[in-house]
């Protein structure tokens, strides 16, 4: 697996217990997603921590539901990145449930977003990535929009020159963070115009834009293929996530999952997380994942992996 520097190629392979290499930090000093080396570095070529169900947080072990222990604020200041949660309707509004309201109720949409908000206003030099699922297709224009509008992050939120771009068009998250276009927002049911493209411009279709590999895994070895995509590009041009989340299966006649807190230590590891990255490198050209999702970020080596997947030893 190799992470091309600044649009370079590079050409070294490496095992788990090997170290990327490490690029040389920006002349002006500017630190992007708190690295100065990032600000120069393509967001499609950078690999963010993510969230699972961000709003599903509970410290309460019985809450069976919960796939977080931490809230979003808390997650974004251990480095968190991208933020995915989903959205259905509850008495009227756009909420985020877990599978549905009545399992876990994180609240309102607007709410959760002028959390994010807050976070962004504060930390001004920070890029960071929204990814939305919309399983009841609930109107993007007509409720989705409001949510962002209302929020103030639809004036943060980045919209592509090319309706579609490949993973080599996006710009830098230096450029990203001075044209103060720093929120790229998914959606994955919904978003998609006719035409191609977006319906609301900054509201991106996920899966043309990103592909992902199995979610809800219960194999610890995370089996990868391309699971969830659309066209045009093939899945080399697109972004990709990792959905490094292990679920438990309780109800051994049918399937009822459940998100596997007692070994989230080890599957949130480092080399628990780089064998999964490279069993996907073979759809990426051997570069590296751009979102690692995860259930209890808090816990394991989360961060740790996805700064050595970005190329720093510390």
């Not at 019985?62 to 309707?89: P, S």
């Not at 293929?225 to 299966?249: C, F, G, S, W």
Request: hydrophobic share 35%.
């Amino acid at each position: 697996m190799r992470r091309d520097e600044d649009n370079t190629e590079g050409e070294g392979e490496e095992g788990e217990s090997s170290q990327p290499p490490v690029v040389a930090a920006n002349a002006s000093g500017l630190r992007c997603n708190g690295r100065t080396e990032l600000c120069e570095r393509p967001y499609g070529n950078v690999t963010f921590l993510g969230a699972h169900d961000s709003f599903a947080a509970s410290g309460n072990p019985f809450a069976l539901a919960r796939t977080q222990e931490i809230d979003v604020a808390a997650q974004l200041k251990l480095g968190v990145r991208m933020l995915q949660a989903q959205g259905r309707m509850n008495n009227n509004k756009l909420h985020f449930c877990h599978t549905s309201c009545g399992l876990f109720d994180g609240g309102s949409v607007e709410d959760y977003l002028k959390k994010v908000k807050t976070f962004l206003d504060q930390n001004s030099n920070e890029v960071l990535t929204l990814i939305f699922t919309n399983p009841e297709n609930i109107s993007v224009a007509e409720v989705w929009k409001p949510a962002f509008d209302n929020s103030g992050i639809s004036d943060l939120a980045y919209v592509p020159n090319e309706p579609i771009p490949k993973r080599d068009d996006w710009p830098t998250l230096g450029d990203m963070i001075e044209t103060k276009k720093r929120v790229v927002v998914f959606l994955d049911k919904g978003a998609a115009a006719p035409e191609g493209g977006a319906l609301v411009d900054f509201i991106l279709p996920q899966f043309q834009m990103i592909w992902e590999d199995k979610y809800s895994s219960t194999d610890d070895k995370f089996p990868c293929k391309v699971d969830r995509t659309e066209k045009p590009l093939a899945p080399v041009d697109q972004l990709n996530m990792i959905n490094h989340n292990l679920n438990l299966n309780i109800f051994p006649i049918g399937p009822v999952l459940i998100p596997h807190r007692l070994v989230a230590p080890k599957t949130n590891s480092v080399n628990t997380i780089f064998s999964h990255a490279y069993g996907c490198s073979n759809f990426t050209e051997e570069r590296a994942p751009n979102f690692v999702m995860l259930d209890f970020v808090n816990v394991g080596q989360g961060m740790e992996a996805v700064n050595r997947l970005n190329g720093f030893t510390s």
